[in-house]
């Protein structure tokens, strides 16, 4: 039940662009996107809601394709401060606080 | 900051002591969760919390329980530490922003010898 994240990891070199996808085979009701630098905790991102709608980070988009059950998460033209590593999370029931995380994406931003 | 703490920030402990994790916050959030974190697996959630002495288990409950008696504190219990119980414990909160987003505190890395 658990979303599947795509790639596992990547490296980019700065000014480049990413994309981080989410998966899952159930159906999604929202998609919570995290970032945790090393030895941090993760820090909220942004959220997708049923419908498209987006809150969140100003810097990072994202889209949400509820019939394909999955979420994209698009950096463009990467900076040092994006390395970390990405988690989406998932309600497994609409409406559910408790959410079910993906086992995340390490993205590396070199200059 | 969501004013999120947690204690200890690091422990190390022997196999089939008791340990009791804490998690204090002083936004006043109603969802309080407490996850555990291994390479590989991302965040499994462990319990959470809809309220005071409200509680339910999330995917990874077995050898864990918690109580919630103050809204501001949520307290992870390890009965008898094993050794597959070493891992780094995030516990998080929500409830008050628009969309129910989780703020996470600074972890506790727990080593059980």
């Known amino acids: 039940q658990q979303p599947v994240q795509s790639p596992q990891a990547v490296i980019l070199r700065e000014g480049e662009d990413a994309v981080i996808n989410c998966s899952s085979s159930?159906?999604?009701?929202?998609v919570h996107w995290y970032r945790q630098k090393h030895g941090e905790a993760p820090v909220f991102l942004m959220i997708l809601l049923k419908g498209g709608e987006q809150k969140g980070h100003e810097k990072i988009s994202a889209s949400f394709n509820e019939k394909k059950q999955q979420s994209s998460l698009y950096l463009t033209a990467s900076q040092l401060s994006y390395s970390g590593t990405y988690f989406c999370?998932?309600?497994?029931?609409?409406?559910?606080?408790?959410?079910?995380f993906g086992q995340g994406t390490r993205l590396t931003i070199n200059p | 900051d969501a004013g999120i703490t947690q204690s200890p920030r690091h422990k190390v402990t022997e196999t089939g002591t008791p340990v009791t994790l804490r998690c204090h916050q002083t936004e006043n959030h109603r969802y309080m969760y407490w996850y555990r974190q291994d390479p590989g697996h991302g965040l499994r959630l462990i319990h959470y919390?809809?309220?005071?002495?409200?509680?339910d288990k999330g995917e990874v409950s077995d050898g864990y329980s918690v109580s919630r008696s103050k809204t501001e504190d949520f307290l992870l219990t390890l009965e008898s530490a094993t050794s597959s119980q070493t891992s780094v414990y995030f516990c998080a909160i929500s409830g008050k922003g628009l969309f129910y987003e989780q703020y996470f505190g600074p972890g506790t890395r727990l080593t059980v010898t």
């Open positions: 919390s809809y309220g005071v002495k409200d509680t």
């Open positions: 999370g998932t309600p497994l029931i609409q409406g559910a606080q408790k959410l079910v």
């Open positions: 159930k159906a999604l009701y929202s």
